[in-house]
């Protein structure tokens, strides 16, 4: 690792949390490494097979004692950053709290926080909340000095979903529908979708992808092997760009990956997994950015089957809500928080 003004991530990953904290600063890392050369310590308090992914990258990764966020696990981020010469310190998780924060700033390094939820007192030196619900107000309360990057402009995605998408081609015939429900589907939901989807009329083909975290394959096995359309499944793919870009629709859980569809131009159906997932899921909708089917327990397989097919039958439609879900994400973000990073050094 070079460690010469280098970043240290902490986050959080799993079953229960998702992949999407992993996802965004992963990104970040990558467009930090780009513009400075310097790398990157990501650090946990768990381990899991989507550690591999972070080696992969060429980042390092540390296994942290004590439960997150606790007063073991501030210690022993303090002390990385004391040891390591860390410049700053991202944090990425909804219970990060000033205490956690103070004890990182006394070891000499600034805090750039990712914040989702906007409701916790945050004193970080910067705070950055890329979600739509949060574009016009701060997303949480600071210390005097603290700045706020809030809105889309700021969500931290892979540059690529951006750069490599070509617009889709009005009134173009659905041909391929993606099933994402996130890096670890916590509901379990990618095989209820494909059984609606199989229940659809239409001449299109169905790619399924699935994350590391995900544990329904027996179920998802069954949906596959019974549908009667062409049915592909693809696992913690490397390539999240390109299999966006090769759909015309997605049907997908909230969190990370509707803006990846978004700065991708690709319309897609929101199967919230949680009450915040609906809150930014429905403001995608008021915005005619995609379409928000509700929250995932009081939706059956039958709703979701009807509602696919209505939306199906509007081609043009679609490619209106994919158009308009790229004017509010650019896919910049990353690149964004990245300088705001390497300033904190200056």
């Known amino acids: 690792m070079n460690t010469h003004n280098a970043i240290l991530l902490r986050l959080e990953a799993g079953k229960r949390i998702g992949m999407g904290h992993l996802v965004r600063c992963l990104s970040l890392a990558r467009q930090v490494r780009q513009v400075s050369g310097c790398g990157a310590l990501i650090a946990t308090t768990t381990d899991g097979a989507w550690t591999d992914r972070i080696h ?8 942290l004692s ?8 501030a210690q022993g981020t303090a002390e990385l950053v004391r040891n390591l010469g860390v410049r700053t310190v991202v944090t990425d998780y909804f219970g990060v709290h000033s205490e956690y924060i103070e004890a990182i700033r006394a070891a000499g390094a600034s805090v750039l926080s990712v914040d989702d939820v906007g409701e916790l007192i945050n004193t970080a030196d910067v705070i ?6 949060f574009s016009e107000r701060a997303p949480s309360r ?9 809105g889309p402009e700021y969500m931290i995605l892979d540059p690529d979903f951006s750069e490599t998408c070509a617009d889709s081609k009005e009134g173009q015939a659905i041909r391929e529908v993606l099933v994402t429900m996130g890096g670890s589907d916590p509901h379990g939901l990618s095989p209820v979708v494909v059984r ?4 659809v009329g239409g001449d299109f083909r169905v790619r ?3 994350g590391p975290a995900f544990d329904a394959h027996v179920e998802l096995k069954r949906a596959l092997v019974s549908a009667r ?3 592909l499944l693809h696992s913690d793919v490397r390539n999240m760009p390109e299999r966006i870009a090769s759909c015309d629709l997605a049907i997908t859980a909230g969190g990370i990956t509707l803006y990846e569809l978004c700065a991708c131009g690709r319309p897609g159906m929101v199967i919230a997994q949680n009450e915040g997932q609906l809150a930014e899921a429905q403001a995608f909708d008021r915005a005619g950015a995609a379409i928000s089917l509700g929250l995932w327990n009081r939706l059956s397989e039958e709703n979701i089957a009807t509602a696919i097919a209505e ?3 509007k081609p043009d439609q679609l490619y209106q809500i994919g158009r308009q879900g790229r004017a509010l994400v650019d896919g910049r973000g990353a690149a964004r928080v990245a300088e705001e990073v390497i300033s904190l050094w200056r």
């Open 66 to 73: 004590g439960s997150s966020w606790d007063e073991a696990d």
């Open 208 to 210: 399924v992808v699935i």
């Open 196 to 199: 609606a989807l199989d229940a």
């Open 229 to 231: 359309r062409e049915m």
């Open 56 to 63: 992969a990258e060429g980042f390092a990764h540390t296994v």
């Open 311 to 313: 939306h199906l039958a």
């Open 142 to 150: 600071g210390r005097t000095g603290t700045r706020f990057l809030c």
């Open 128 to 133: 950055v909340n890329g979600s739509l619900v």
